[in-house]
């Protein structure tokens, strides 16, 4: 690894940390390099890549996209930009923790999204910690760990449920914790149960960022809705052609 990545990995760590209430940290979702270029010459200080994003520009359902693509995928925008790079690699694929940390770390990338389901099922999550302890230890500090929770997603309601398996990821060494889904109402109580960042999922015609922030939210990401909502303006596009 790098020294230039060693120290991206730093920063991109450091984004996550000391921000005021009410200034979540913003991270775009590309899914290619041409969009990780528009989102860096915006202004963004860092990326995170969305599966769903990355699996629709290559011709895939979501959760469909083969395992080598993906990384290939992710390469190519860590290569298209200068700032730091996070990916959302699913379930990590069915690979080994020290495979799956190889083959990030060869793309450039310096975090990842870690959902606990699998094929719409949740995770035993005391399993699944231990799983993400094993990633961590072969990482060390060189990927920013961001463990998806899947509850609210898979339709338990209790927010409970989320602060249990997230206290479990966060013990296990994971970096920033990610109830998908979580509706507003519920990250206060998230917040105060969970040690560490607190990522959410924003959609472009829901709250702001800001006012996730003000909820509890320390990071947003926006999962396809970026990918989806410039289709839907190619497909304007191209009608008036």
């Not at 690894?1 to 991109?12: H, N, P």
């Not at 270029?37 to 994003?53: E, I, N, Q």
């Not at 979501?62 to 959302?88: H, N, Y």
């Amino acid at each position: 690894m790098t020294a230039v990545t060693d120290t991206k990995a730093a920063a991109f760590r450091a984004l996550h940390h000391g921000r005021p209430p009410g200034d979540p940290l913003v991270l775009p979702g590309p899914w290619d390099a041409a969009s990780a270029r528009v989102f860096v010459d915006a202004g963004f200080p860092a990326l995170a890549t969305p599966s769903a994003g990355v699996a629709a520009s290559l011709g895939y359902e979501d959760g469909a996209t083969p395992a080598d693509e993906m990384f290939a995928a992710v390469a190519r925008i860590v290569r298209a930009v200068e700032v730091p790079v996070s990916a959302d690699v699913e379930d990590g694929y069915g690979l080994a923790p020290k495979e799956l940390v190889e083959r990030l770390l060869e793309t450039g990338a310096v975090g990842c999204n870690l959902e606990d389901s699998r094929d719409g099922v949740l995770q035993d999550p005391v399993r699944h910690a231990e799983w993400l302890a094993e990633v961590r230890g072969v990482a060390g500090d060189r990927l920013f760990v961001n463990a998806r929770v899947d509850t609210f997603l898979r339709g338990v309601a209790d927010p409970g449920a989320a602060v249990e398996r997230a206290s479990l990821y966060v013990a296990a060494g994971a970096d920033c914790v990610y109830p998908i889904g979580a509706p507003a109402e519920a990250l206060p109580l998230l917040r105060a149960g969970v040690a560490g960042p607190v990522n959410v999922s924003a959609s472009l015609s829901g709250l702001s960022a800001r006012e996730w922030g003000g909820f509890g939210a320390t990071r947003v990401t926006y999962g396809p809705g970026l990918q989806r909502a410039a289709t839907v303006a190619l497909r304007e596009l191209a009608g008036t052609l």
